[in-house]
């Protein structure tokens, strides 16, 4: 035999040197829940260790998170029944806690990099991400609360504005609404390649935000759908998204290659709430190791391409990284 791929993993020295991605706490996105309120933080019963929290608890989990290194974060609202309406108008609100929130962690850490959430369905009485008519999801009537839903958040402070909605044209809405309003740095982490995917179960039940009827077929993509990704990232760019995501991760791997290797943009992957309810429950009966499938399933979706990943793992990996001095 003149070829031995065994030698080149003869020992941790060599295999350290020809390691070939190396997934950092820095390209980590960590998503975090918030709630209206004081001392508020109450565990998520199907994401283990995942918290909806109120503004004093996220502002001291973003300080810890800080001194592992962690510095990303994507944020979601749970919304009080109350305060939906058909057309979302909490999410633009001037009181609106979620907008407070997002204000108050950049102005005490500037340091930050904040992603927002950009749909109707946390402010929606129907719990669509878009408007609904007669059962309908109504692309162009949706564009422009998307639009007014940004530039709030934008004006909040958000770094990156987050739209995952999936409804057509929206990139370019939100760009020209928020370059209207003078904010040409706040970027866009365009919700690319957003799948209708049984996977956020966890999710929704952690921000009550179900379809009140019907499911999200007519605007997130089909599973069984790759090229189609291709004109879904095609038109983020042109429309002038900073980053393209592709969502869920780990069944959509060959998706985030493919988007990585067709296009320029940095390329972002949800690790989703169910992804990351399966490896728990596994880990919770013995049946996998958790310090070694969690930081395995993270690298895997950094080698299938994504720059950044997005995952409710994030601080554990942190964690495990800063004692293992990486
Ligand atoms: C809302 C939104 C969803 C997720 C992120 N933003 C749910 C959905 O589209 O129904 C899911 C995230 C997860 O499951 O972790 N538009």
Redesign the pocket.
């Known amino acids: 035999m003149l070829r031995r791929p065994r030698r080149n993993r003869k020992n941790a020295a060599i295999r350290g040197m020809v390691q070939e991605t190396h997934l950092q706490v820095r390209n980590l996105i960590y ?1 975090l829940f918030v709630v209206d309120g004081k001392g508020i933080k109450e565990e998520i019963t199907s994401m283990p260790g995942n918290f909806r929290m109120s503004k004093d608890e996220v502002l001291r989990e973003v300080r810890a998170c800080l001194k592992l290194g962690l510095t990303n974060f994507i944020l ?1 609202p749970a919304v009080a029944e109350s305060f939906k309406d058909k057309t979302a108008t909490y999410s633009y609100h001037k009181d609106n806690f979620y907008l407070k929130i997002a204000s108050a962690i950049k102005k005490r850490f500037p340091e930050t990099c904040l992603i927002s ?1 950009v ?1 109707m ?1 946390p402010y929606s009485s129907d719990g669509h ?1 878009g408007y609904v008519e007669d059962g309908e999801i109504i692309n162009d009537v949706t564009l422009p609360i998307l639009a007014k839903m940004s530039v709030a958040q934008a004006e909040a402070g958000f770094d990156l504005i987050g739209p ?2 999936m409804m057509d044209g929206r990139i370019q809405t939100i760009r020209e609404a928020l370059d209207e309003e003078g904010f040409y740095t706040t970027g866009i982490m365009s919700y690319t390649a ?1 799948y209708a995917s049984a ?2 179960g ?3 039940d952690a921000l009550d ?1 179900a379809p009140k009827d019907g499911d ?1 077929k007519t605007y ?1 993509m089909n599973p069984a759908n790759a090229q189609e990704a291709l004109i879904e990232a095609e038109l983020d760019t042109q429309e002038g998204a900073d980053f393209l995501m592709v969502k869920p991760a780990l069944n959509y791997l060959d998706v985030i290659a493919l988007l990585k290797q067709n296009f320029d943009l940095p390329i972002a992957a ?1 690790h ?3 992804e990351c309810a399966m490896l728990i429950a596994a880990c919770q009966n013995g049946w996998l190791e958790y310090e070694k499938a969690m930081p395995e399933t993270l690298q895997s979706i950094h080698r299938a391409g994504a720059d950044a990943v997005i995952t409710y793992f994030a601080k554990d990996y942190a964690k495990l990284a800063s004692r293992k001095g990486r």
Do not use: C, E, L, T
Request: proline share 10%; net charge negative.
């Open positions: 998503p979601f959430d749909a369905d991400d995952s909605d957003k996977f956020y966890p999710f929704r935000s999200k997130q949800y989703v709430s169910g």
